[in-house]
């Protein structure tokens, strides 16, 4: 079913933009109020590092929705030209998808809820519209990061240290690095522990 929530941030000097969850998928099974709240208690921070010229300092709604497998895969296929689902894709004028299947299977594997890993994702889109990428591993391990620390901070919980995991995209020559803003590969993800 369809809900969608607004979300009042008004917790920084900067002027935050308006945020809306929308949970687009039934099939699994996470705390949303929870979620709402993290994406929430994470906007913040990552407007307070957003690059200067970044989509984050201009747009005024982000709006971030929860999606099953099939729409998220038709997603990565119609605007990225890659077949299968991903777990973040996120687009420039302030939408984000992720994936709840993705992170249902990706959770367990690195000790988080579903809740917190889906909480990583939007956090991870959020710092793509902040003006960060993922596309060397130095950049990616910096995002991931990043990423660990404002979950930490919004769930004010301790998170164990993480590494960054390959990425894929990194490897490849720049001209046959897809022209993406930013999905990221769920192989990609980097290592983490739920705070």
């Known amino acids: 079913m369809k809900k969608k929530k607004r979300i009042p941030t008004n917790a920084s000097k900067s002027p935050l933009p308006e945020l809306a969850v929308f949970h687009r998928q039934r099939l699994s099974s996470y ?35 929860v999606l099953g497998l099939r729409p998220m895969a038709k997603l990565h296929r119609d605007f990225l030209g890659i077949p299968g689902p991903t777990d973040v894709i996120t687009f420039p004028y302030g939408e984000i998808a ?12 690195f000790g988080n809820s579903l809740t ?13 519209l902040a003006g960060y990428n993922d596309l060397t591993r130095r950049d990616a391990s910096r995002m991931a990061r990043l990423q660990q620390n404002i979950l930490t901070s919004a769930s004010g919980k301790t998170a164990k240290p993480q590494s960054a995991r390959r990425n894929p995209s990194a490897d490849r020559p720049p001209a046959t690095r897809p022209t993406r803003d930013p999905a990221r590969d769920s192989q990609s993800r980097a ?5």
């Open 191 to 195: 290592s983490r522990k739920s705070p």
């Open 31 to 65: 705390t949303r109020d929870l979620l709402e709240e993290l994406i929430g208690t994470a906007l913040p921070r990552c407007v307070e590092i957003a690059r200067p010229k970044s989509p984050l300092r201009t747009i005024r709604q982000i709006e971030i929705s």
């Open 116 to 128: 917190t890993e889906l909480a990583l994702y939007a956090i991870h889109g959020l710092l793509h």
């Open 98 to 109: 992720i994936c709840a299947a993705v992170a249902r299977d990706r959770a367990p594997e």
